[in-house]
């Protein structure tokens, strides 16, 4: 069906104002429609028009004749697609209904526009934009204060974001919050305070219909806000929940207002298994809807409790699955024999009482079979035949629900939610959809920054692979796929998921045929509830007491992961698609490789989202393999790099987010090309960042730019490298502050930084990261004033880690309270900490930190079902500290603990145009990056496979500094420190 032609909407208006010299241009989501003589302001006062999906063309034909009339520029949402979209209840609650924004040339006419947008536009529907004041209370104009063409500033942070010029000259963060907040100097351009304040209201305070008295905020969203009350009539607590007129609002005419009234009479028709409904109202446009509060925890938590919580690595009890199976069960047939279909049947729809009752929530999809309405989705519990049925229609009988019951069972055994990136066919396109549906209800921590690409030995020729075949075709050689495998259909994909965690958890062996015959693809043959009854009071509960556990506690694994041959494929096939996906140089891209909506933001040579990240693995990839397309793809990239080598408008020093990662990758590739020119560029602009810098930490901070300077040291032998190294670290030193027996790099309160004030333990933002670089400096310079404090950061992170049955663990912040924000991976958590811990052990002996860092990798291994893909916060990052640590301790199990992380990588593959593909932190798409995409993963199986050394840390620059102080060949440390025996 082809689009609704919104542009021809403005096209007619032109033409019909004589106005040809106009241009109109598209560009994402948006077409700009400029004046020709249009002002090139800074900032000021603009104009936001709101509309809903239905309102829009009028919306748009009357506010496009009085802003062509007045010669004003102008941009709108493109499409009803999109507008739909703005105005769903999953948008930016900030954002929400800014269909058309108009941008004043000054602010007299700002105010003539704003009375005539009013006029044109009174009476059409459209939400309230909670960022701006509205100019006349119920009306679509509202306006703001912000940037117009503002100033394109690359921030401490290393993206670049668009910011306003204060009357002293300093740039400033223009903010988007939801509440009007215009910057303190700009004068409000209308007399009185009309419309919401300026501040937004404070929850403890509000009463709302003179009865409930509001508590706190249980979540906020586009849609409104969900909030705890007392009943001041009855005393009891209960939950209130509010839909903002006009949001959400499909071509049907209803809105978030009608779900929840909706939802209201469902409440009454599953009373006894939903919520009591206590009342409804309407306040301010806006509908109410009251229910009595249900005690008890969401099911996605009481699932994620038994399994990270409990003493082994098996999951969910299997008599606890079961029997909350059985409670599953009947919940839904109740729903049925009511005559009707839930349709949203998920973990997060389901609160367990504290009596182990689970209780349906949130029912405003619930209705009768047949019933024409929207379409709902939750990725991963959609019945196959409702994925595929038009947006409005009729709904599905009972066996889609069932489908759904199904989806929940595969989450209970196994704690994840089955929601896969799908596999699309060869011919299909290889770029997945960009508009996600609801969240999918798992509670998983997404992308941060984490460490990247390489230090390996320059003068390396190209290498077999270790124990594996030299005879590959030229066409697996060149990358081509082989034999592409047939896409999978989701209930195939939920039957794979069952197989791999099954041979680590009890419950998931017991209940696979209850799940598979529930999601069978064909809505007939599907299990019935009655028979699912049947398969569970007839299934024998196993004594799974010491399953599978090792002598510390830590659950070994049953094998059902890939081959070597499958990891093979899987890196040659992921180093196909960057190449595929790289752009073509010559044609000047403003980034090589794509990334998601933050990346695309970001310097686009820098590690962490742009272009080095994605060469250092072309870098390892070309020295091990003998694919003759990667030496072509590292001359490119390289190439496009060095061009743009200091086109920033200034050098950051951070590894991840500066250019001390673009030089690292740069100059790896000069020597793999042996450029010895292109080598000298990337020693030049090493040479170039600042090693003194308010933001200690490794990601945007000084000591990424130190562990930089002590590989291009070993690199290239110049002192003056080490000697930046030095004094990067006596910076550090005298950045450090203590408290109660605690070293930390907090980043300055006053400095320009989203991360001003953090006092964090990680290794990307915090103590442990800032302790292996003053660890590397000290063992390089002989410094044992470095070493001792490295000591301390160790101490530090000894003292703070919290650790039980499921290992060792450590909050972001020293701030949060303890017990809370405990984190796992690289970024902020154990896989960080234990690779800054299994160094200093190296070094020093001292035995609690190897004995920790073992701690840590149990506690690494143990979610790996439950970690993103990604290097940062996920497996690819958690597999290099496994493998850093097998290296040390091969007695352990931790080669093989690596292999299960890339066993889940395996579970989570697609297959796009022929290719077995990893998928970014996201779980469902495929950008190149580093620390959040492909290349992480990528960088771990090649070394999975081949072996070698961490990528980006300066391993080689110290190691025969940690060989003299192993005192041997091998991977044992002295109980004495290295730097205590030379001052001695």
Sequence with gaps: MLPFPLKEIVRSVLAGLGQDAWSLTETGGWCYVEAPDGPQRVQGWKLHVSATALSAPHVLHRAAEVLVAAGCTFKFARSVEVIEEMTSSRYDRAQCGKVITAYPRDDERFRSLAAALDTATAGLPGP?????????????????????????TLTSEGSYETRL??????????????????????ELPFEGEPGRTAKPAVPEAVLLDGRFEVRGAIRHSARGGVYRALDRKTGEDVVVKQARAHVGGGLTGEDARS???????????????????????????????????????PLTQWVQERITEAGDDTGVDPAEAVAMSRALVRLLEDVHDRGLVYQDFTPGNVMVTDEGRPVLIDPEWAVAPGTWMPRAMTPGFTAPERVLAPSYGPAHGPEADLYALGAVLCYLV???????????????????????????????????????????????????????????SREAAQGEPRDAPRPRTHPERIRELLAAVGGQRPAARLLAPAVAGLTHEDPERRWSARRVREFLSATAIPDTAGEHADAAGNTTRLPAGPDRDTWRRMTDDGLTRLLRDMADPATEPRRLWSADAF??????????????????????????????????????????????RTSVPRLLPGLQFGRSGTAWALHDAAVRLDDAQLAGRAAELALSVPVRWPNPDVCHGAAGAGLAQLHFWHATGRAEFLERAEDCADGLASAAQRTAGTVFWPVPEDFDSALAGIRHLGFAHGVAGIGTFLLYAGLATDRGDLLDLAVEAGDTLVAEAERGPWGARWRSDLTDPPGTGLQYHWCSGSSGV????????????????????????????????????????????????????????????????AEDLAAVLYARHAVRDGLLLVPDGSG?????????GLSGPLDFLLRLGHGGPRSWLPDAAVATRLQEAAGADGPAAPTTPPHRRRSA
């Design 165 to 186: 010029e204060a009357p002293d000259g300093s740039l400033v963060t223009d903010h988007r919050k939801p509440w009007f907040s215009p910057p303190p100097w700009a």
């Design 834 to 897: 234990g690779t800054f811990l299994l160094r200093l052990w190296r070094a020093t002996g001292a035995e609690p930190y190897l004995r920790l860092s073992r701690e840590a990798a149990a506690a690494v291994h143990r979610v790996r079902w439950f970690s993103p893909s990604a290097a940062c916060h996920g497996i690819a990052g958690n597999g290099d500290f496994l493998l850093d640590l097998a290296a040390c301790a091969p007695d352990g199990p931790y080669r093989d603990w």
């Design 599 to 644: 990346g695309e933001q970001t310097d686009a040579c820098a590690l962490q989202h742009g272009a080095a990240g994605p060469l250092a693995v072309l870098v390892r990839a070309d020295r091990l393999l003998g694919r003759d397309d990667l030496r072509a793809g590292i001359e490119r990239a390289a190439g496009w790099i060095d061009a743009r």
């Design 924 to 932: 469902q798409s495929f950008h190149a990056d580093y620390q959040t």
């Design 259 to 297: 779900l929840l009234r909706r939802e209201g009479r469902m409440l009454t028709l599953l009373d006894g298994i939903c919520p009591e409904l206590v009342h409804e109202f309407e306040q301010d446009g806006h509908a109410f809807l009251v229910e009595r509060l249900v005690p008890g925890t």
């Design 414 to 472: 196994t704690g994840l939610a089955p929601s896969f990136a799908q596999d699309e066919p060869r011919e299909a396109a290889q770029d997945e959809p960009q508009d996600e549906p609801r969240e999918a209800a798992q509670d998983e921590p997404q992308d941060e920054p984490r460490e990247a690409a390489q230090d390996e030995p320059q003068d390396e020729p190209r290498e077999a692979a270790q124990d594996e075949p030299q005879d590959e």
């Design 128 to 152: 309230a934009i909670l960022s701006d004041r509205p100019y006349r209370k119920g009306g679509l104009v509202h306006y703001r204060y912000g940037a117009f063409r503002g100033r394109n």
